[in-house]
Structures are given as C-alpha cells and as structure tokens.
C-alpha cells in the first residue's frame, strides 16, 4: 500500500490554468494516473505516468492543454491543467498500481488501480 497525498485544485474561470501535484509515500516504480469524476458520471482515467521514466497517456479530450510530468527526487506527479473548460470541471484523484508500468490497454480503467488519494475539487466557471 502506498499513501498519496494530493495538492493543488481550486476554482478558475474558462481558459485559466491549474495545477495538482500528488506525492507518493514511496519509490516503487508505480503506474500513477488522474482520475476525475463529475456529477453524475462515471470516473474516467485524465493522465498516466510511470515513475522512474516510460510511457505517458492523456486522454484525447485534454491533449494540447493539460501536461503530466513527474519529480523522481520527491516521488511526485504534477498535473498542468491550461486552457480549462467547464466541462474540465470535476473532482480529481490521483491513484496508483505498484510495481508495474502503465499499460495502454488498462490505463483508464479505475479498476486496475488499488492506491487512491482523497481527491480534490477541480471548479472551471464560465
């Protein structure tokens, strides 16, 4: 088990930008990825990244706008969201699966994910 701590999140108006970090209480290579959830929908896989170097996936509806990139010395992932939208808005969670690299054919599925931060509210008005 691996314990994230996330940061970052708030309130903006469309187009601002934000940022989420979430740091890992250890080394272990992991797969770490966004999640978010809105209202009435189901929680979907934003952004995936391997600790320690390897693939990174965004979701096609966030490419050219948000980027994943990642601080080994400090295992933490950071999350720059640009050119947000309202329908950016969402609760945000970081989550985790140890000991493997992320997979384009698993990335997205919570399922597949047994590390969950606590989340953090992500508000786009327009």
């Known amino acids: 088990q691996v314990t994230l701590l996330e940061s970052g999140g708030g309130s903006v108006q469309d187009g601002g930008s934000l940022r989420l970090s979430c740091a890992a209480s250890t080394d272990t290579v992991a797969c770490m990825t966004w999640f978010r959830q809105a209202p009435g929908k189901e929680r979907e896989g934003v952004a995936a990244i391997t600790t320690g170097g390897g693939p990174t996936f965004l979701v096609d509806s966030v490419k050219g706008r948000f980027t994943l990139s990642q601080d080994d010395t400090k295992n933490m992932v950071t999350l720059q969201m640009n050119s947000l939208k309202p329908e950016d808005t969402a609760v945000y969670y970081c989550?985790?699966?140890?000991?493997?690299?992320?997979?384009?054919?698993?990335?997205?599925?919570?399922?597949?994910?047994?590390?969950w931060g606590q989340g953090t509210q992500v508000t786009v008005s327009s």
């Open positions: 989550a985790a699966r140890l000991g493997t690299y992320c997979s384009l054919h698993w990335w997205r599925s919570a399922t597949e994910y047994d590390n």
